[in-house]
Nanobody, 126 residues
């Protein structure tokens, strides 16, 4: 069983940075890819970033590419999302999610993830 807990959300001014952390429990942590998604009221959940189980690849949509960086700390069993140059449009609840073990499919899709955290609010003021 895999459990995920997000932390690090908060209120920040536009142009500033924030780092989100996803703590992943479960003895199979090293075999799971991890992704970040975000959602605002009335909209579908949007893909933000992902990292493969072996950290060989990372993925970002154009909307955050060059501003956001995902990384994993296997010793600490965490996956971090460094967010720079934040914009008001980045305001959302951010969720981390884990794939099944050794997943090799499309990391952009919500359906690729079988485990989800409860989310953390990020608010960017203009």
């Amino acid at each position: 069983q895999v459990q995920l807990v997000e932390s690090g959300g908060g209120l920040v001014q536009a142009g500033n940075s924030l780092t989100l952390s996803c703590a992943v429990s479960g003895r199979t942590f090293l075999s799971h890819g991890v992704g970040w998604f975000r959602q605002t009221p009335g909209k579908e959940r949007e893909f933000v970033a992902a990292i493969r189980w072996n950290a060989a690849n990372t993925y970002y949509p154009d909307s955050v590419k060059g501003r956001f960086t995902i990384s994993r700390n296997n010793a600490g069993r965490t996956v971090e999302l460094q967010m720079n140059s934040l914009e008001p449009e980045d305001t959302a609840v951010y969720y981390c999610a884990a794939t099944i073990s050794y997943y090799s499919g499309d990391y952009y899709l919500q359906g690729s993830y079988g485990y989800w955290g409860q989310g953390t609010q990020v608010t960017v003021s203009s």
